[in-house]
Structure formats: structure tokens, C-alpha cells
């Protein structure tokens, strides 16, 4: 849990109000552009002001704030074990992967490669032994999968080999199809998944002010379904966004108010998270900077908007390093400690991946476990009560005495004291006698440890026989069996 008195913010009450009445005029004045006819035809039966020639919509206050007003303020998300079913809004972050990373980084040989479907479950699996991941599925564009097997491949290794919280297909329509199909063979009955959201949606706004027509295939088709979509922006500050961080807040505002206002045309009550992995461009080199403190500035700031509106938020965690090393790390520590310490509900987009969202290194989603753990420990603050002040227990052990001999020592150790699960706290003596490891070395040795020892819930052999049915009719090369081993 965030201790309230430890919240980080990064913006005044003021900041807010001016941020949210500036996005406003932005909707009404300038717009949005919308790469969809259908979507254009809806909006405009919907009362919105649409010049079909520009493909613009504009947006007038009042139905902006009516969208953001009607919008669910909590509700859950289902994982395939019940056991790990969260309400969004109940206190903690809850963590998971990068997506659809396009390179993978192996454990074992550091080669900078293509992932391959044996990476991809091996991901999964680690992901749900980690302690901190609530969130697992296949992080990785599979390689060796043909292209259009690779969402059906994707999705079901992940509910193979993880039982957490998962995401649904979400590159265009059919995408959001094969989702519905997935929750028929998971659920029994696809209708079942608009009171037990298993799988939530993702799209990404085009900054600056657009709508694509496969994210808007995606944003209607989750929300005319009762289920959750991560609204998350990417803008680039000096690049798809204005340079100042409060005008690319602005913008970034616009563009997820505008997805809650196309949402609600088609459900009562759209269930939006708010996201932010927007940073800025590096003016030297022309490229993103995910690991500038600017992204995780404008993170924080998002989270205050998100709650600002009631609504539940994300922030990415990330590095622009290309390897495990102590600048990937000291980047992440960075950004986790402001998207816990600002009370993120998710930060998704987190564990393993680096190089700007680009690459996932499982070695490194160790090390990023370590992180998590770490940032949400410093985020319960310290608890001061009677008991936790110890006044009995000082006088008790009494001037040069030892708390070791007191048995409230171990009680209170294991309730306030985090555990090192893999940073090195030994003498240089006993660190030299056990191998003079560094992080790396112990990160890669506690993946293996973990893989070995951790054995995911297993499928249903009912449910497990509906997905190898679908998959075969997207691929001849893949079955279940194929997405059982990672060898």
C-alpha cells in the first residue's frame, strides 16, 4: 500500500485546474483528427462537431466533461487464477512487462537477437514466478511465428505459462475478434467476459491530436464490450509535442480525454486507464529519451491528472540503455520510485524491457523485480504508532543491552524490513569467497533458480484443448503442444 502521507507530486491543485481547462479549449478549438468514416459518422450522430473534409472532430466542454464524469471509477480485472484478480484502484502498483518488444537480449549468451517463440515463454513463465509482476503475458514479437498466427501464439503461451492478469489482442479489429474468440475458449462463452474481464485493450493516441482507425477499431470494440482499455500516450516533447513538459501535458490530456469522450458513444461507463509513457526528444540525436528524469516528471504528473478526473492511471518505467548495465538500472530505479511514489494503479510497460520500450532482457526483469520490491517498500513510509514507537521494548532491553535477544525483534523485522532478494549485503570477505559475483552474474543465477523452482498454474484440459483448436486454425506449424516447453 502508498502511505498517503508519502504521495509524490509534481504539479499544485492550480497546475492541475490550468492543465485540465487548457485541454478543454484545445478539444473545442482545435480537435482531433480521426483517420475513421465510421468513427467521423458516430461522433457526428453523437452531437460532436465534425468537418468530414479535415477529418476533424471538435469537442465541446460540456461532453468532454459529461465522458470523464460517466466514466468507472474502479472496477476489476480478472486473471485467469482468481487468486491474482485485482481491483484497479485498491492502493498498489501493480507491475508487468514491456510489450511487444522487437528484440530480445538472452540470458545466457548477452547476443542481441530476435526473440523466438521458446524466448517468449520463458518470459512468461519468469514473469509469474516474479514477485512484484501482477501483470504476465508474452512481452516479444515472436520471430520464428508467422505473422498471422502471431497474436492467437502470443496470447495463448502467455495464459499457458502465466496465470496473472493478461492483455487482449489490440491491433485493429480482428484483433479485438480473435480476443472474443479466446475468451469463448477460456470462458466457456464469450458473453461471460463482459461481467469478468479477463482481457483489457491497449491503444496509443498518434500525438499530436490523432486517432488512427485500427486504435479506434480497438478503443470501441473494448468499450462495447463493458471491458478496461489502457489509454497510454507516447508524445515526444520538442518532437509530437510542444518542448514546454506543460504543454505536452496539455496535449497529452486532449488526446486521452478525447479516446473517454469516442468511448462513451458506445458504453455508459467507458473503463479508461490513463497512461502516460510520453518523454522527450532528444535534441542531439533525434531520438526519444525514455530515461530522462523529463519522462518520469511528466509521468508523475500524469498519475495527478489521472486522479485529478477519479480515473485510474499507468506510467511506463523505462531506459534508452542497450544492455544490462548500471545505466539500464539506475534509469529504472529513477522512474519506479516516481510511478510508485505518485500512486500509479499500474505501471505496465516496466519489467525486463529497455532501449526504449524496444528490447526485453529477462536477466534484467530480475533486476527490475529488485526495483519494484525496493520503490513500493519506500512507498509505505514508515508506520508510527504505540507499538512501533517501542517504548516498552527499549526499557525492557534496557542501556547496553542487545534487541537481538528480544523476540519482538523478529516480529517487527519481518513486518517492516525488506528482504534482499538479489542485492549483495555481505562482508568483501564473504563476498570474495562466494565468487566475487556482481548484479549480473546473481540476476542471471536467480533467473535460472526461479525457472526451476516456480511451476505455473496449469491450464484446464478442457480449456486447454479450446485454445489448440484455435490456434490451428491460424497456424498448421502450432498447436498447444508446441506452446507447452521452453526447450
Excluded at 473534409?53 to 465522458?67: L, P, T
Excluded at 460517466?70 to 512487462?97: L, M, Q, Y
Excluded at 516516481?338 to 524491457?353: N, P, Q, R, T
Amino acid at each position: 500500500m502508498i502511505s498517503k502521507k508519502n504521495t509524490l507530486k509534481v504539479l499544485e491543485k492550480g497546475d492541475l485546474e490550468a492543465i485540465h481547462g487548457a485541454s478543454l479549449r484545445v478539444l473545442g478549438k482545435t480537435g482531433v483528427s480521426i483517420n475513421s468514416p465510421q468513427t467521423l459518422d458516430m461522433l457526428e450522430k453523437e452531437g460532436f462537431e465534425v468537418d468530414r473534409h479535415a477529418r476533424i472532430a471538435k469537442m465541446a466542454e460540456s461532453r468532454v466533461v459529461e465522458a470523464v464524469g460517466k466514466c468507472k471509477k474502479n472496477f476489476k480485472w480478472h486473471a485467469r487464477s482468481e487468486k491474482h484478480t485485482v481491483d484497479v484502484v485498491d492502493g498498489r502498483t501493480k507491475i508487468g512487462p514491456g510489450s511487444q518488444c522487437l528484440y530480445y537480449i538472452d540470458p545466457v549468451t548477452d547476443e542481441f537477437r530476435s526473440p523466438r517463440l521458446k524466448d517468449g515463454i520463458l518470459a512468461a513463465e519468469l514473469l509469474d514466478a516474479l514477485e512484484s509482476a501482477s501483470i504476465g503475458y508474452v512481452p516479444m514479437v515472436l520471430s520464428d511465428v508467422p505473422e498471422s498466427a502471431q497474436s492467437i501464439v502470443q496470447m495463448a503461451a502467455g495464459l499457458i505459462h502465466t496465470s496473472k492478469l493478461t492483455m487482449g489482442g489490440s491491433i485493429d479489429r480482428a484483433d479485438f475478434e480473435l480476443t472474443l474468440r479466446l475468451a469463448d475458449a477460456v470462458l466457456g462463452d464469450r458473453e461471460v467476459l463482459r461481467k469478468k474481464a479477463l482481457f483489457t485493450g491497449y491503444i496509443d493516441p498518434i500525438s499530436p491530436l490523432g486517432h488512427d482507425h485500427t486504435m479506434l477499431e480497438v478503443l470501441l470494440g473494448y468499450a462495447s464490450w463493458d471491458l478496461p482499455v489502457f489509454v497510454t500516450v507516447m508524445a515526444l516533447a520538442g518532437g509530437t509535442a510542444p518542448a514546454s513538459l506543460a504543454g505536452l501535458l496539455v496535449q497529452q490530456n486532449a488526446e486521452v480525454l478525447s479516446s473517454i469522450a469516442i468511448a462513451s458513444c458506445v458504453a455508459k461507463s467507458p473503463k479508461i486507464i490513463y497512461g502516460s509513457v510520453s518523454c522527450p526528444l532528444d535534441m542531439r540525436s533525434g531520438i526519444a529519451s525514455t530515461g530522462s528524469p523529463e519522462f518520469s516528471l511528466v509521468g508523475a504528473a500524469a498519475i495527478q491528472l489521472a486522479k485529478f478526473y477519479g480515473l485510474p492511471s499507468n506510467m511506463g518505467v523505462q531506459s534508452d540503455s542497450k544492455i544490462v548495465d548500471p545505466q539500464t538500472s539506475y534509469e529504472k530505479t529513477q522512474a519506479a520510485l516516481m510511478a510508485v511514489l505518485a500512486g500509479a494503479d499500474f505501471s505496465d510497460l516496466f519489467l525486463g524491457s529497455t532501449e526504449a520500450f524496444s528490447a526485453f532482457s529477462p536477466v534484467q526483469a530480475v533486476i527490475d523485480d529488485e526495483i519494484a520490491l525496493n520503490a513500493m517498500r519506500i512507498a509505505r513510509g514508515i508506520e508510527v504508532n504505540e507499538e512501533t514507537l517501542a517504548v516498552d521494548v527499549i526499557a525492557k532491553t534496557g542501556p547496553m543491552g542487545n534487541f537481538l535477544k528480544n523476540v519482538e525483534t523478529l516480529r517487527r523485522f519481518k513486518a517492516e524490513h525488506a528482504l534482499a532478494r538479489l542485492s549483495d549485503r555481505n562482508t568483501r570477505q564473504q563476498w570474495a569467497a562466494n565468487g566475487s559475483k556482481d548484479a549480473k552474474k546473481r540476476a542471471k543465477e536467480r533467473m535460472v533458480e526461479l525457472l526451476n523452482s516456480h511451476t505455473p498454474e496449469p491450464l484446464e484440459t478442457e480449456i486447454r484443448k479450446n485454445i489448440d483448436s484455435l490456434i490451428k486454425e491460424y497456424s498448421k506449424s502450432f498447436g498447444a503442444d508446441a506452446l507447452e516447453k521452453r526447450s
